[in-house]
């Protein structure tokens, strides 16, 4: 049984949803310690941490050095804890030319974590933050056109970007880690969010997602692509993290987080945007773009081709499995409207 004197490593705690499970598990009163790369990311983690709320003590926090793409440091790190939550993982602005350049670090910066806790002798399980990423590309649903924690994207099918490909088999190497004899006897949940939005700590939070309600409001998409994508609030990921880490029945379970199974075109989330935040809100576009102007557009610009490559496509995926396990997500226009509240409120936008 968990306890709050339970010491819980989180890697990537400078992170968009690391900094929500930083949060989360100090507000339920785990010991936390966090890795950072670099001297200056403890003062970015305590000013976002204080800035978001102020009633907490951050002092509290422990931090490590250590960097997914070397050795150093991981044993210390891992040295004590009974949890760890990985949810750090390098993110492109753009597309490697190169496409190991991401899926080396992301893959063998997991597997680092992974032979880290295994060797503390304290550390029970670890939960990985994995992606949709992993679950819906490159395939067909296996289930009645949604998919489910049972879908592996199929990282050799078509428009499966390097991206794609380092989720993915960075979660297969975890899973064949605790399955190998190195591995063995250390247990392992995996949470898989779709669109990460909701309330960023840092103005540079939540990369594409949060770019995209940030371009909503400015006025930088007056006509909407035709495309759409799932909405999960990244405080919900936080919870369905900290779930995964103590619920018996999670271990070796993988739990899609997704705030619905359906997913909202740029039309919808101006609307609900417009809905919730009124006048702020007013440049929003109202208007579809039409799947002729994109396809042309695709041939010079590669915004338009991304978009091109997905007009239509909108791939329900399910959230039973993660609400069985007691964890209860806002709506997809909850976390828009927390989103844009934010950037409004703190002036990122």
Not at 23 to 42: P, S
Request: net charge neutral.
């Amino acid at each position: 049984m968990a306890s709050s004197s339970d010491l819980v490593l989180i890697t990537g705690g400078s992170s968009f949803i690391g900094l929500h499970a930083l949060h989360q598990a100090l507000q339920q009163g785990f010991r936390v310690r966090t890795t950072i790369r670099n001297e200056a990311k403890r003062s970015l983690i305590e000013a976002a941490l204080k800035d978001y709320d102020a009633s907490l003590d951050y002092t509290a926090i422990e931090y490590a050095h250590a960097d997914l793409l070397s050795d150093a440091g991981w044993d210390d790190a891992a040295r004590g804890a009974r949890y760890v939550l990985h949810v750090a993982s390098p993110f492109p602005a753009a597309q490697p030319k190169d496409e190991m350049e991401l899926i080396r670090p992301a893959r063998e910066g997991t597997l680092r974590v992974l032979r880290a806790a295994k060797r503390t002798g304290t550390c029970t399980r670890v939960v990985v933050t994995s992606s949709v990423a992993a679950v819906a590309y490159g395939n067909t649903p296996s289930e009645a056109g949604v998919f489910t924690e049972a879908d592996w994207t199929n990282v050799d099918g078509p428009h499966v970007s390097a991206y794609v490909k380092s989720k993915t088999l960075a979660e297969q190497a975890a899973w064949d880690f605790v399955k190998s004899d190195e591995g063995s006897g250390l247990e392992l949940a995996t949470v898989n969010p779709v669109g990460v939005f909701g309330p960023p700590m840092r103005p540079e939070d939540g990369s594409t997602t949060c770019d995209i309600v940030k371009a909503l409001l400015k006025g930088e998409i007056p006509l909407a692509p035709r495309i759409g994508f799932g909405i999960v609030d990244v405080r919900d990921v936080a919870s369905l993290l900290l779930l995964a880490m103590v619920r018996p029945e999670a271990n070796g379970e993988r739990y899609l987080a997704t705030a619905a199974p359906q997913a909202m075109s740029l039309l919808e989330c101006g609307a609900a945007l417009r809905s919730g935040l009124g006048q702020a809100a007013s440049r929003t576009p109202t208007r579809e773009l039409p799947d002729w102007f994109v396809r042309f557009g695709a041939r010079f610009s590669g915004q338009l081709k991304a978009a091109a490559d997905n007009l239509g496509k909108q791939g329900d995926v399910s959230n039973e499995k993660a609400r069985a396990l007691g964890w209860a997500p806002k709506t997809p226009e909850e976390a828009l409207v927390a989103t844009g509240q934010r950037f409004i409120d703190k002036g990122f936008c």
